[in-house]
């Protein structure tokens, strides 16, 4: 059996990740306009324009950097999403059918269904894990929760299949993450984890 995957943390070391590649970027574009602002400015009544000039190696340390910058990120979020993805084994096996507005959970041969006005309330155990097997019965929604980083789409006539661990005890808020209509802003669920 595979260990469970904590999805917030998963989730959260990857957007770390990026965060700090896009903040050692903005840094070094920032240097860069102060540098050329500094070097390049005006002094006076300008001459006749240079002629172009290459710098061939910079240029080409420049796109492999790009392109290590590009495949490390890339690389670390098929890492993050396959370990994810990977199916576990669970006792515990939840159907989950969206509709527009609602949602439809079927545990255990019992049913909770929720609409725009009484969004449903689904118990679940902490500390193992859940299968969702879930589908759309019209339109492209998206099971969403916030508090565990997690998101995946509903299609009509297809099963999506996934695992969630819920470590911590509590209340988890769930929304529909895909525009499916006039109440879309009313379709949500609770998730309560005991």
Known sequence: MLAAVDTRDEFGGLASLYLWVISIAVAVVALLVVFALVRYRSRGVAGPARGRSEANIVE????????????????ATFHVENKVDRRRQAKVHVEVTAFQWGWRFSLDGKQTI???DRPPVLRLPAKQPIEFILTSRD?????????????????????????????EPGVYRGHCAEFCGLLHSDMDFTLVIR
């Open 114 to 116: 929720g609409d725009s």
């Open 60 to 75: 080409s340390l420049y796109a492999l950097g790009l392109a290590a910058i590009a495949v490390i990120l890339i690389g």
């Open 139 to 167: 339109v492209i929604h998206s099971f969403w929760v916030p508090g565990e980083r997690f998101k995946r789409d509903a299609f009509p006539g297809r099963m999506t299949r996934f695992t969630l661990t819920f470590d």
